[in-house]
């Protein structure tokens, strides 16, 4: 059974930063590509980053390029998202997504429907 386990969201100010990872079991994570979309209320549903099976490959939204890094610890089976200058806009429930690293995932990552895989997701505020 995959499961995808969220942690590290919380309540920052403005201009403060938070990491969220995300421990992945039970699926062959090298071979997964891994994404991290955000919901917030009353609001769709956002992709915010992707990355391929190595660190080469990485895709962000523009609403968070330059501010927000992903990576991942294959050897720990994490993917993590670094999140600098953070804004209210940024509130969010944050989830976590994987599916097999496809050149149709890839190039589709900001569809959910290309993800099979889903974390409960973490929440982010972002306040003063």
């Known amino acids: 059974q995959v499961q995808l386990v969220e942690s590290g969201g919380g309540l920052v100010q403005p201009g403060g930063s938070l990491r969220l990872s995300c421990e992945a079991s039970g699926l062959s994570f090298d071979y997964h590509a891994l994404g991290w979309f955000r919901q917030a209320p009353g609001k769709e549903r956002e992709a915010v980053s992707c990355?391929?099976?190595?660190?080469?490959?990485?895709y962000y939204a523009d609403s968070v390029k330059g501010r927000f890094t992903i990576s991942r610890d294959n050897a720990k089976k994490m993917v993590y998202l670094e999140m600098n200058n953070l804004k209210p806009e940024d509130t969010a429930v944050y989830y976590c997504?994987?599916?097999?690293?496809?050149?149709?995932?890839?190039?589709?990552?900001?569809?959910?429907?290309?993800?099979?895989?889903w974390g409960q997701g973490a929440q982010v505020t972002v306040s003063s």
């Open positions: 990355i391929g099976r190595g660190n080469s490959r990485k």
């Open positions: 997504a994987a599916n097999l690293a496809t050149s149709d995932l890839l190039n589709n990552w900001k569809r959910g429907r290309v993800w099979d895989y």
